[in-house]
């Protein structure tokens, strides 16, 4: 299976190649980068395939990270992995990354469970937490920093996403210290693109994947005028 993974919910802006017979990425390139994957991404896209030598008719499926994470970002990678599955005719799956942020900690230790947290700012962090074989402890939620610390009742745990320093310099005084701290940017490309293998597109839709409504609202004013006129 050839699969196209794409990532830029967060502070990359991603792509790569996976062939799953091969078991190996043929093709792989992430910039790092706060603002400006729109501009960033169909080059990278370009040069990713370029360098595979895969045409777009010969994938098998586009994966796609949902969020959540910026909501500029996320947006901007589900409308290229859209339009290139349409345009190639080939399904599209969407993979969240706190998943992929987990997936490559799985099963590294048993006894370790794995807390996925994304900084949600205001003091709030997007957080998961799985068992060290994967078994689900807390299902995604959005919450003050503060309520996520409170997973440290179920042991010494492995945290990963950008917000795992923040939570391990808060990590309370009297429970057991994080097993490890691993504050990656932006959950590695490989693994969304394994992830997006090993899915069902009918189980993972390539949506928006969201805990709480945007920061940003239209105004009143702007609300006012994309009313209709009122009828005469």
Same mark, same amino acid.
């Given at each position: 299976?050839?699969?196209?993974? =794409?990532?830029?919910?967060?502070?990359?802006?991603?792509?790569?190649?996976?062939? +799953?017979?091969?078991?190996?990425?043929?093709?792989?390139?992430?910039?790092?980068?706060?603002?400006?994957?729109?501009?960033?991404?169909?080059?990278?896209?370009?040069?990713?395939?370029?360098?595979?030598?895969?045409? /777009?008719?010969?994938?098998?499926?586009?994966?796609? +990270?949902?969020?959540?994470?910026? /909501? +500029? %970002?996320?947006?901007?990678?589900?409308?290229?992995?859209?339009? =290139?599955?349409?345009?190639?005719?080939?399904?599209?799956?969407?993979?969240? +990354?706190?998943?992929?942020?987990?997936?490559?900690?799985?099963?590294?230790?048993?006894?370790? #469970?794995?807390?996925?947290?994304?900084?949600?700012?205001?003091?709030?962090?997007?957080?998961?937490?799985?068992?060290?074989?994967?078994?689900?402890?807390?299902?995604?939620?959005?919450?003050? =920093?503060?309520?996520?610390?409170?997973?440290?009742? /179920?042991?010494?745990?492995?945290?990963? %996403?950008?917000?795992?320093?923040?939570? %391990?310099?808060?990590?309370?005084?009297?429970?057991?210290?994080?097993?490890?701290?691993?504050?990656?940017?932006?959950?590695?490309?490989?693994?969304?693109?394994?992830?997006?293998?090993?899915?069902?597109?009918?189980?993972?839709?390539?949506?928006?994947?969201?805990?709480?409504? #945007?920061?940003?609202?239209?105004?009143?004013?702007?609300?006012?005028?994309?009313?209709?006129?009122?009828?005469?």
């Amino acid at each position: 299976m050839l699969i196209l993974a =794409i990532d830029t919910a967060l502070d990359a802006c991603a792509a790569a190649v996976l062939d +799953t017979d091969a078991a190996q990425l043929i093709a792989r390139e992430s910039q790092p980068m706060k603002r400006g994957h729109a501009e960033a991404l169909m080059p990278l896209i370009a040069r990713v395939m370029e360098a595979s030598g895969v045409a /777009f008719t010969a994938l098998d499926r586009i994966a796609v +990270t949902t969020g959540p994470g910026s /909501f +500029t %970002g996320l947006r901007v990678g589900l409308s290229a992995a859209r339009g =290139i599955g349409l345009a190639a005719g080939k399904p599209v799956v969407g993979l969240t +990354t706190l998943t992929a942020y987990a997936a490559p900690v799985v099963g590294q230790n048993a006894a370790q #469970p794995v807390i996925s947290a994304i900084d949600a700012r205001h003091d709030h962090v997007y957080y998961q937490v799985v068992s060290g074989d994967g078994g689900s402890l807390v299902r995604p939620r959005v919450a003050p =920093i503060a309520e996520a610390l409170d997973a440290a009742r /179920f042991g010494a745990p492995h945290l990963v %996403g950008n917000a795992a320093g923040i939570l %391990g310099q808060r990590w309370p005084a009297d429970a057991e210290p994080p097993f490890r701290v691993d504050p990656q940017p932006a959950p590695d490309i490989a693994w969304v693109a394994w992830l997006g293998a090993a899915v069902s597109p009918d189980a993972a839709p390539a949506r928006p994947y969201y805990l709480r409504p #945007p920061d940003a609202k239209p105004s009143q004013d702007a609300l006012q005028k994309a009313a209709p006129p009122p009828a005469s």
